[in-house]
């Protein structure tokens, strides 16, 4: 299954998730980084390797079920100033995202991780509401790309 833009084992990825001038917030906000959206060839990947589509189809519902879930430890941890639980919350964030096609919202969280790993939870707060945005626009694009009820 491809990923493209998943990062390196240090969390990095500018210039590939975001803009290279490494200002997330600027790129991030009006999509000028060039990363789409959703990316649904993820998804019918898996459903190739898997022989059919439930699987697949289950794993999105299931992320759209839970992403108020994920995106609400993240707030809280950060809110609480607790780098652990933070790190773990853009962890799942970050790859379930990947794992759904949501490509945006994956490259936002990179970047949050490596906020997190240098210790900046200011940054990660004031680039929470964008990744909130992007997490539902992600969650609606699933819905209205691939969840459809007559596909």
């Given at each position: 299954m491809s990923s493209s833009g998943s990062s390196t084992g240090?969390?990095?990825?500018?210039?590939?998730?975001?803009?290279?001038?490494?200002?997330?917030?600027?790129?991030?906000?009006?999509?000028?980084?060039?990363?789409?959206?959703?990316?649904?060839?993820?998804?019918?990947?898996?459903?190739?390797?898997?022989?059919?589509?439930g699987v697949a189809r289950s794993f999105a519902r299931d992320y759209v079920?839970?992403?108020?879930?994920?995106?609400?430890?993240?707030?809280r941890s950060v809110g609480d100033n607790d780098p652990e639980l933070a790190m773990d919350a853009v962890l799942s964030v970050k790859n379930s995202a990947f794992m759904v096609g949501g490509s945006r919202l994956a490259c936002l969280a990179v970047?949050?991780?490596?906020?997190?790993?240098?210790?900046?939870?200011?940054?990660?707060r004031r680039l929470l509401p964008i990744v909130t945005k992007t997490g539902e626009d992600t969650v609606s694009a699933l819905k209205v790309g691939y969840l459809r009820p007559e596909q």
């Open positions: 240090d969390g990095g990825a500018n210039g590939v998730c975001l803009p290279a001038s490494g200002d997330p917030v600027e790129g991030a906000a009006d999509g000028s980084a060039g990363v789409p959206l959703l990316d649904l060839t993820v998804l019918h990947e898996l459903e190739e390797e898997l022989g059919g589509t079920s839970i992403w108020d879930k994920r995106i609400g430890y993240l707030t970047e949050l991780e490596r906020l997190i790993r240098s210790g900046d939870l200011s940054a990660v």
